[in-house]
């Protein structure tokens, strides 16, 4: 029997010794035998129990598999720890009702499905996470595309390098960042490693590349750290020199796209952003005469290609973790775009600015029209607003965050010899018309951009 007693109203307390309900040889601190309904026994702290009913509503820590399949609401309503090693089974009956499980945590072992790019689950439901052991990574089905889960804390920076302009000599080789989260100026963050301008960027949350470029027409990418800065180092070589090219990326992989060398090649080539190496021949643009300047953009697992300044408006598709052509999926607004660049929220790819015609281009055949489209479905390019100078829609440069989209620098048209200095920014989720953000250091045309936290490296 048990060893204590106590009256109705004395406090029970228990210290290193057993004690029964229901039985008089108790074999753990606190062991209840019998039925109880909801409310009946409350644990406070730490508890070991194999089957319970109603709610259990502090932390509670398990040792052994647990199997709940239902109970007296039906819920739980504390946070669940299951130990390194164990299962957890929780029925249909026990997740219906007023109360949720609000926090699970795995300790050591955790193991999602496992399979290639081509061996993800056919009918998955939202929510369902995949481990995908071509790239390495964690993806999860948002109900429309497999999304990288990204657990990197991003620093939301925007970085600008390169770039020309006759007032001020020596911005071919510097790399300036900022800040995408607050307003304000630019800052000096290093150096290319080799004069560039008019070459293409892309960038994982760690790593940016900026690849090809002029004056002359290069194979050159370099890389340099996102958080860090510094002097550009050797990434290696595209598989044709050209300038006036795009890029866009995944977390995984960067595809450069289009430019010229020194007519318009319809080229596109990939690399692995945290692999050094050559670049490898991914495919080709839709359309061979509009692959100079293009805009570019991605979600997690697509890249869209508007914009190049020729005769097309086609908006070409890629899938970014498959090599293939770019296939028509839409058409822009207008016809010519000189390195414009895009941004995107995940969903909504949108580029800016631009020329509205296919002949020799003076200052009042440029556009301020900032448009897109949704990447997944494609169509036509739709508005959502306007950049504030309509002198320096050209020859400029954009990134963005997964809610704002970036665009700076520019030629000036009306002035040769200068170059566009201001940072503008939309809203990529409500539209409108753009508005100042801070200034580069130096005014820059023909530049190249990127960010640690676009909307091509998804995540949660």
Known sequence: MATKRFGYLDDFSLKNQ???????????????????????????????????????????????????????????????????????????????????????????????????????????????????KDFRTIEYWDGSFWRQVDNVTRMGRGVCSGGWNGNAPGVESSIEVFSLASQGEAIDFGSLAQDQREGGGASNSIRGIVAGGGPGNDTHMEYYTMASGGTGIDFGNLTSGRRRLGGLSSSSRAVFVGGRSPGNTNIMDYVEIMTLGDASDFGDMSDGSKTKGPSS?????????????????????????????????????????????????????????????????????????IRGIDIASGGNATEFGNLIYKNYSTYGTGTGSNTRGFWMGGADEANSQAAGQHILTMNLKSGGEAENWGDLTQGRSGCTAFSDCHGGLGGF
């Open 297 to 369: 953009t991605s979600s997690p697992t697509r890249g869209i290609i508007a914009n190049g300044y020729g005769a097309g408006t086609g908006i070409d598709a890629i899938t970014i973790s498959s090599k293939g052509n770019g296939i028509v999926v839409g058409q822009d607004l207008f016809h010519g775009g000189y390195n414009t660049n895009g941004a995107s929220t995940g969903t909504r790819g949108v580029w800016a600015g631009g020329y509205t015609a296919t002949a020799a281009s003076p200052y009042s055949m440029t556009t301020t029209s």
């Open 18 to 132: 057993k004690v029964g309900i229901g039985t008089s040889t108790a074999n753990e601190k606190l062991e209840v035998l019998g039925g109880t309904k909801g409310g009946d026994v409350v644990v406070l702290g730490i508890a070991t129990l194999t089957s319970y009913s109603g709610f259990q509503n502090t932390k509670t820590s398990y040792v052994d598999n647990v199997n709940i399949t239902g109970g007296e609401s039906g819920t739980l309503s504390g946070e669940v720890v299951i130990g390194a090693g164990l299962t957890m089974s929780v029925g249909t009956g026990a997740t219906t009702g007023q109360g949720n499980i609000k926090s699970l945590k795995v300790s050591n072992t955790f193991t999602p499905p496992i399979g290639g790019t081509n061996d993800r689950p056919s009918a998955p439901q939202p929510g369902t996470l995949y481990y995908n």
